[in-house]
Each structure stands twice: as C-alpha cells, then as structure tokens.
C-alpha cells in the first residue's frame, strides 16, 4: 500500500515532521510482524492479565499494592539508540520504535505496565496557533530552549490573539490505519485512539505568549489584563476540545492509556453508562488534566486567584480527573480538592507527602512522583531505598502509585531504570511483610 503522510513521527524521542511517500519493502513489514507478534505474546501473559485488574481495582480506589511504574522519557535514546532500528522506511522506523519501546518495557524494565494487543493510530490533526508566531530556538542537546514573547502589552496587543482554526485530515488517518491493518491485522487489533492534547493547565501556553517572568509580574502590575489573558485561554480551550467532540474525534482512555502527569487508565468508571455503543467518546467519557507547575513560585492565594478559577470549567467536562505534576501541591490542597471527579493527584519530590496523605486518605490516588535525579544524576542504591521507604511509611492509608519520570537521561547507564524497579518491588514487598 502506497501513501502520502505529513505528520509527525517520534523516532528516539525526537519530533521530526516529514512528507513521504510510503511503500513499504517485505523487510520492513516481516520486521514489525515479528514485533507484533511478541506484543501479542506479551499481552496474553497471564500475569499481565494480573497488572490489567490490579490497575482496574487501584484506579477505582480500592488498592490491593502500591503500583509501581517507570517511564524512561528523555532517556529512551539511551535505552533503545536510533542506530539499532532496522527497517528503512520513515514511518515504519517510528512503528518500529513505539513497538520496541513496549517491548522494552514489558522484558526489561518490567514494572506495572501491562501491555495490550493493539496498535493505536491517532486522528491526523492540525492544531493551529494562537494567531502570534512563537519560535523557540532549541539549543543543540535535548531540552531547553528560548522564546522571545509574542506579547509584550496584553491589552495593546490582545487583538492579535484568535482562537486556534483546527482541522483534521480524515483520508490520511484511514490511510494510516489501512497500511497497519495490512501489516498487523491478523496479530494487533488496529484502531484510532490518542488525544491531542497533554494538559489543560493553561499556564504552559500563557506563558509562550508572554513569557514566565511577566506571567508573574502582571499579577501585581496588570492583574486586570492578566485576568482578560486567562479567561480568553480558557475560553479558547472549551472551543479546541468543543470541536474535538462535535468533530467526533475524542477516543477512550479507559485501558493502557497514559493519564495524568503519569498513571495507566484501566477503568471500569468510563464511558458513562449512557453512552450509546459504537459512538465517539464525549469529553465525560475521558481523564481530564491539569497542573500549572510552572507557577511553583506563587502563593496559594494567587493561584487560587488568577489560575484555579480558569482550570476548573475545564476540568468540569471530565469524567474523572487528575491534577498536577511537579508542583507541590500540598499547599493548594483547599483549591484543587474542589475539582469534581477528582480521582489522582500527582505528589512531586517538593510536596510534603504527609500533609498530602492525611488530607487524601483513600478517597483519591496518591501519585507520587520521585526526585528522578536519585538515578539520573547519580545512582545510590540507599538513598533511593530511603526515599520509597519514607513514601510507603508516609501514603500507607492511600491508593499509592510510585512512579518514576521525568528521566531525561541516565548517564548512558540504561540498568538505571530497570533497577530501581526492582529496588521499588522490594521495598513495596518489605512494607507488605
């Protein structure tokens, strides 16, 4: 099958966008069967049955063991280095890599993933832009990068702002799933699923539009054209993911689905139970998420006043919902524990875990998210067993996950990861007794 894609392919970790022709070689398609085939294997491993219905018992608040995951991010280039794929085709290298990536993780790191026998092809959507240019300049590693703000003056310049113009291209996604469906038919079930946004904190792109310093400066010196800013952001936000629904372009997130800052979907508490069978996902049908860590340095009270306020209409379209990420929540608990359908609340190295505990209890998930330098920087086995020592003593009356993110490298030393899930298990099995 022969088909023209512009989209974006994630190879090593690393966006590249491209125009192909693609046609894939015997090679190229005996290589990602055998892959499929081994995630086939994977999935109907009776204990990966057993992940699936501890991740459907702990999502639902009812824990059986704290949850334990691991997500090599930026260091997957390290793990699983670009050189080692072996097909050629451009797209067929990136389906190669996302492959070998579950494969990795279910052999290798071995933590709660569970693996499903699908293949997942997004929806081809264009987003658009805010109606400003913001080029980012990337330095030459991974990572960082600088921005000149597209807005100096928000009420001077509020009128160049529109809401984005999305479009979606229906044929290419088909497309997309009729070549997988050639290849994988018969070993994965191939369907349109993924969303086509990480967060709604709105602070993220608040700030690209008029950088991080003046997002906290105009709280004191233009509170009212920040106020205009946020409400216009949120605004625009209710219609991007107003026409996601109508368009019919929202999928479930009810299975191995990536939630939160972190966190596996498996629930039994979505689609709503008046959704008809066979019909697109509604925005109550899915996880909802926000955070706004890049406001760590403002009090509560100016979060609750110029962030909060915004989030939640948002976040009142969602089934369920999660907060937070590497912000320490424990001090705008009064705030986000008003989010309806709150259900995981991401617990970050800087938050007071037991502060965080004692306010959750059962009633919410405790995802704690671990200081990734213990084994990005350095590896100490006993300040990393120090650490899950001090969470499991702090969160024992909780629905606790543990997981390890915001991995951006690990020295070239990829036994990091996989070891320190295995230093986790043991000290989860220790507190268990």
């Known amino acids: 099958m022969k088909i023209t894609v512009l989209n974006y392919y994630k190879v090593a970790g690393v966006k590249v966008v491209s125009r192909l022709i693609t046609n894939l070689s015997q090679n190229d398609k005996e290589i990602l069967r055998g892959l499929a085939g081994k995630i086939r294997e994977l999935a109907e491993a009776p204990k990966n049955y057993e992940k699936k219905q501890l991740w459907y018992s702990h999502n639902s608040l009812d824990s059986k063991r704290p949850m334990v995951l691991a997500f090599p991010e930026g260091s997957w280039g390290e793990l699983l280095p670009e050189n080692e794929l072996k097909c050629e085709d451009k797209l067929a290298r990136a389906w190669e890599y996302s492959l070998r990536q579950r494969i990795y993780t279910a052999e290798v790191i071995k933590d709660d993933n569970a693996v499903d026998s699908y293949f997942n092809i997004a929806w081809q959507i264009n987003r658009g832009d805010f109606g400003v240019s913001v080029d980012k300049v990337h330095g030459a590693n991974r990572g960082s990068y600088v921005w000149q703000p597209a807005?100096?003056?928000?009420?001077?310049?509020?009128?160049?702002?529109?809401?984005?113009?999305?479009?979606?291209?229906?044929?290419?996604?088909?497309d997309m799933v009729n070549l997988a469906e050639d290849i994988f038919g018969d070993l994965l079930s191939v369907r349109i699923r993924g969303t086509h946004w990480w967060t709604l904190g709105l602070t993220i792109e608040v700030i690209d539009l008029i950088g991080l310093e003046n997002l906290m400066l105009f709280m004191?010196?233009?509170?009212?054209?920040?106020?205009?800013?946020?409400?216009?952001?949120?605004?625009?936000?209710?219609?991007?993911?107003?026409?996601?629904?109508?368009?019919?372009?929202?999928?479930?997130?009810?299975?191995?689905?990536?939630?939160?800052?972190g966190g596996i979907g498996y629930t039994n508490e979505l689609p709503q139970k008046d959704r008809v069978q066979g019909m697109p996902a509604r925005l109550k049908d899915l996880w909802g998420f926000a955070e706004s860590q890049e406001t760590v340095g403002v009090s509560p009270d100016m979060?609750?006043?110029?962030?909060?306020?915004?989030?939640?209409?948002?976040?009142?379209?969602?089934?369920?919902?999660?907060?937070?990420?590497?912000?320490?929540?424990?001090?705008?608990?009064?705030?986000?524990?008003?989010?309806?359908?709150?259900?995981?609340?991401?617990?970050?190295?800087?938050?007071?875990?037991?502060?965080?505990?004692?306010?959750?209890?059962?009633?919410?998930?405790?995802?704690?998210?671990?200081?990734?330098?213990?084994?990005?920087?350095?590896?100490?086995?006993?300040?990393?067993?120090?650490?899950i020592r001090k969470t499991l003593s702090a969160a024992v009356n909780t629905n606790l996950e543990i997981i390890m993110k915001d991995t951006h490298t690990?020295?070239?030393?990829?036994?990091?990861?996989?070891?320190w899930v295995q230093i986790a298990r043991q000290e989860v099995d220790k507190f268990l007794g």
């Open 151 to 174: 807005i100096r003056d928000i009420n001077a310049e509020f009128h160049k702002l529109k809401f984005r113009n999305p479009s979606v291209d229906r044929k290419l996604t088909h």
């Open 220 to 261: 004191y010196d233009d509170p009212e054209g920040l106020h205009r800013l946020m409400a216009w952001m949120r605004d625009e936000h209710l219609n991007y993911i107003g026409w996601m629904e109508k368009e019919g372009l929202l999928t479930d997130m009810n299975e191995n689905d990536y939630t939160g800052s």
């Open 303 to 387: 979060f609750g006043e110029f962030i909060f306020p915004y989030q939640l209409p948002l976040l009142e379209k969602f089934g369920l919902n999660c907060y937070g990420c590497c912000e320490p929540v424990d001090k705008r608990l009064d705030y986000i524990l008003k989010i309806p359908n709150l259900r995981r609340l991401s617990v970050s190295p800087w938050a007071n875990e037991n502060i965080v505990a004692e306010r959750l209890g059962r009633n919410y998930i405790f995802s704690r998210k671990p200081n990734p330098a213990l084994i990005c920087v350095s590896f100490n086995e006993e300040e990393i067993r120090k650490d």
């Open 410 to 419: 690990v020295e070239n030393q990829p036994w990091r990861i996989e070891k």
